[in-house]
């Protein structure tokens, strides 16, 4: 079982808003969880990655991971107009690399000027 | 500069037309692997190959080959395109083929219409 939920969105914030975007999963054999975005007409981008539970911070991005729940969050701080763009969760297994790699359906995120 | 291309990055075409979209990246990487992205559904791999002459099927196969007889390069075909291959495709390429996934990289993509 391999399902990945995500809420579609749009989801439209004001810049300089702290914005959450999340996604839920079924599998407890996941291990590696990544982020990444994309602009419209690109390709997805790799933001970050995590393995197993906890937060990890890169700049204004925050990824964090509760195994327990089944649940997976990203976090941008101080949000740009630049950051909008449709954010995409991923997961795969432990060793299970890029052939396991299941994705959510992304989020649809705004930032207002 | 580290890249994955793609070409063409739009094609229509007729069903029953064989096509083939390139794939090559520039990083001296093991993995790679095909994606469609279709509103709705997300992204769904297609194809990989863990090294030259390994290719495996991913998720979504039916319709499609591939070959890797050079690291660099990982075409797909599409031996009779029909109207529900019209999809989005990335290409992507990763350092190894397992484990952390901090050098995976994506194409730019190829926008296919099949009439």
């Known amino acids: 079982q391999k399902e990945v939920e995500q809420d579609p969105g749009p989801l439209s914030v004001p810049e300089g808003a702290i914005v959450s975007l999340n996604c839920t999963y079924s599998?407890?054999?996941?291990?590696?969880f990544m982020w990444y975005r994309q602009y419209s007409r690109k390709g997805p981008e790799l933001l970050m990655y995590t393995y197993s539970s906890g937060n990890k911070e890169d700049g204004r991005f925050t990824a964090q991971v509760d195994k327990s729940s089944k649940y997976i969050s990203l976090f941008i701080r101080d949000s740009q107009p630049s950051d909008s763009a449709t954010y995409l969760c991923?997961?795969?297994?432990?060793?299970?690399?890029?052939?396991?790699?299941?994705f959510g359906k992304g989020t649809h995120l705004i930032i207002q000027p | 500069e580290a890249q994955v291309t793609q070409n063409p990055r739009y094609l229509i075409t007729v069903t029953g037309k064989k096509l083939t979209v390139t794939c090559s990246q520039n990083m001296n990487h093991e993995y790679m692997s095909w994606y469609r992205q279709d509103p709705g559904l997300g992204l769904r791999q297609i194809y990989y190959s863990m090294n030259v002459e390994v290719t495996d099927k991913g998720d979504v196969p039916e319709g499609y080959k591939v070959s890797r007889k050079e690291k660099r390069n990982f075409p797909l075909i599409l031996e009779s395109p029909s109207p529900n291959q019209t999809s989005l495709y990335f290409c992507?390429?990763?350092?190894?083929?397992?484990?952390?996934?901090?050098?995976?990289?994506f194409g730019p993509g190829t926008r296919l219409t099949v009439l």
């Open positions: 991923a997961m795969t297994f432990e060793g299970g690399g890029a052939d396991g790699l299941t």
């Open positions: 992507a390429s990763n350092r190894l083929a397992g484990g952390p996934l901090d050098t995976q990289y």
């Open positions: 599998n407890s054999a996941f291990q590696y």
